[in-house]
DNA sequence: TCTGCCCCCGGTT
DNA sequence: AACCGGGGGCAGA
């Protein structure tokens, strides 16, 4: 979905599903007093790299968005825009990046609000104890992402993963040993 | 080690 | 006041 019905418009609401009626519906439920233009041949370009992007995500998708959404929110979308293909993230990381630590939970329920699939890559946040937990289009999807991310970068290791993870987290040798959990 | 449970946390509606 | 895509501790498997 975009925010103009031209190719100018910026990317407001990307979504993932089986049936088109389904994606259609929910995107008129997001935007109850808007009209509704449908063209896939207006948004090819943005189309096609969208789909290469899930074929072979080995660079970040870079899409215009529009983010609509508290202060907040915008932050921990914005971090999570900031990570690389394959690159798992805590949310209780992401709270620490946008400055307030303590907001993990806040962070989740932030993720859980995003509304553009892919370009804000919340199928990278993770927990903290390393386990893969909700996703608004579907844990499957989400797993299938993260393998496809991990697959694309040729061979990246569960380790590499997590210390990515930690990286510019403060030193926290207990974590570190306890993130060598296999990612699916 | 791996559950489940409890209690806490911050942001949103 | 209630709801969460969380976190950490801790008892029982």
Known sequence: ?????????????????????????ELSAAYPDQSLVESEAMFRDELATVVEFIEEPTKPLHLALELNGTVFQKQVWTALA????????????LAIRIGSPGSSRAVGAACGQNRIA????????????????????????????????RRALGGTTTSQLHFAA?????????????TTRKLP
């Open 1 to 25: 979905g975009f925010d103009r019905a031209d190719s100018k418009g910026k990317v407001c609401f990307l979504s993932l599903g089986d049936q088109r009626t389904t994606v259609q519906n």
């Open 82 to 93: 900031q990570t690389q293909p394959g690159e798992a993230i805590t949310y209780r990381e």
């Open 118 to 149: 892919l370009a804000i890559p919340c199928h990278r946040a993770v927990r903290s104890d390393g386990k893969v937990s909700g996703f608004r289009w579907g844990m499957h999807r989400k797993l299938e992402l993260l393998r496809r991310e």
């Open 166 to 178: 930690f990286a510019n987290s403060p030193a926290h040798p207990s974590s570190l040993t306890k």
